[in-house]
């Protein structure tokens, strides 16, 4: 009975962590915008978020994202008090480094991290676009909300630019390791797959934490 919850909390896990993998690829892929001239950039960026603001099946899918964030949160700290209860002792011959990499010994420091980073994110954005929560906010010459003047200003204040670029860090080191788990909790071992899935994790880990961590840097010495 242990045996079956312990299997199905990994698969929670795995199956929400694969879920927000995809969500990042389109989150990055609309963040992109911003890298544009101002005068394209803001009318696409504005017009791209009141698109997925109205949009009743967008509606569902960010209902199912928030979802998935909790859920993956909650059970990543359910399972790391589980494994931390059962090997309460620590061995002396401890030889971790030789059997994992660094980020699958320390998921909880960095999944801490990124939800650091997603509560300030929502703080920033969500809250004062969605929720109406601080200064109001604008719209542009097309009636649109300007999403993009909020993400604008905030990057040209240089503490949130280094606070979101060293924070994709550990967010890289967390995809890299989370992906490959994933398939490995959803039972796929096969032996020549999974040394592709490390390249594809690997690949995926790298433009994610790239894109998340330069874009701020562009846009504040655009």
Not at 27 to 44: F, K, Q
Not at 69 to 80: D, E, G, K, N, S
Not at 113 to 126: G, R, S
Not at 127 to 133: F, N, S, T, V, Y
């Amino acid at each position: 009975m242990l045996r079956n919850k312990l299997y199905f909390r990994k698969l929670l896990i795995a199956g929400t962590g694969l879920f927000l993998c995809l969500f990042l690829v389109v989150h990055l892929s609309a963040n992109l915008i911003l890298v544009l001239p101002e005068e394209v950039a803001r009318g696409l960026y504005n017009s791209y978020s009141t698109t997925l603001r109205e949009s009743p099946l967008i509606k569902i899918v960010a209902y199912a994202l928030y979802l998935a964030i909790v859920l993956h949160v909650i059970y990543a700290i359910v399972i790391t008090i589980h494994n931390r209860r059962a090997k309460p002792q620590k061995y002396v011959m401890n030889r971790s480094n030789e059997n994992s990499s660094w980020a699958s010994q320390n998921m909880g420091i960095l999944g801490t991290l990124i939800l650091i980073f997603i509560v300030i994110h929502l703080a920033n954005f969500w809250a004062r676009i969605k929720l109406g929560i601080g200064e109001e906010v604008g719209l542009d010459t097309d009636g649109h909300v300007d999403v993009y003047e909020v993400t604008y200003s905030l990057f040209q204040n240089i503490y949130y630019v280094i606070f979101y670029t060293v924070l994709a860090i550990p967010l890289a080191y967390h995809l890299h390791h989370g992906f490959k788990s994933a398939f490995k909790s959803l039972g796929f071992y096969h032996k020549k797959g999974l040394r592709i899935v490390a390249k594809v994790a690997l690949v995926y880990a790298l433009i994610m934490g790239i894109g998340f961590g330069v874009i701020p840097l562009i846009v504040y010495f655009k």
